[in-house]
């Protein structure tokens, strides 16, 4: 697929595969095309980066946020409400018996008041979406970034940096 040669491209290519990525982005604009420029920590990548995130799709901000903390290691997280899976299955259909079905026996027997609560939302930590605070965040610290370089987690890349990323860091 697409999405899996461009993260190949990425992973394994030079600055010149890096902008041919950023050009790709550019014209249309997807989820895949972002997780590679992430990958590839072109420093070139997070001025567009930096735009997807102000972008109207949720999908696109997402997966510049984690590109961003990818290639920044800023370690600006939020914790955010996993959404409900939709599911593609139809509901089967209740054979009419004729009868109204009985309550159930808690609703008979039980308490109003001791019905239990609704279930607290599940949550998750991710990159944060706020625009605001990664432009907050580049403003202290562009000065650390060259441009022309590759970066993993705020540091220029090199395969111990990724090592140190799958041992410790928080990642998918």
């Not at 610290?141 to 940096?161: C, E, K, V």
Request: glycine share 6%; aromatic share 6%.
């Amino acid at each position: 697929s697409a999405e899996a040669a461009a993260l190949y491209l990425a992973l394994m290519g030079d600055e010149q595969d890096a902008q041919a990525l950023l050009h790709r982005l550019r014209q249309t604009p997807s989820r895949g095309l972002v997780v590679a420029l992430g990958w590839s920590g072109s420093g070139m990548a997070i001025a567009p980066l930096f735009e997807l995130l102000e972008s109207s799709k949720s999908e696109l901000r997402a997966a510049a946020a984690w590109a961003l903390e990818r290639m920044t290691g800023a370690g600006l997280w939020e914790e955010a409400e996993v959404e409900a899976e939709n599911l593609d299955a139809p509901e089967p259909a209740s054979p009419e018996l004729g009868e109204a079905p009985a309550p159930k026996l808690v609703k008979v027997v039980s308490d109003p008041r001791d019905e239990p609560d609704k279930p607290a939302p599940e949550l998750l930590e991710r990159p944060t979406t706020d625009a605001a605070r990664w432009r907050a965040w580049w403003q202290q610290n562009a000065g650390s970034f060259d441009m022309r370089r590759r970066y993993r987690l705020g540091q220029p890349y090199t395969p111990l940096i990724v090592l140190r990323e799958l041992d410790t860091e928080r990642r998918t």
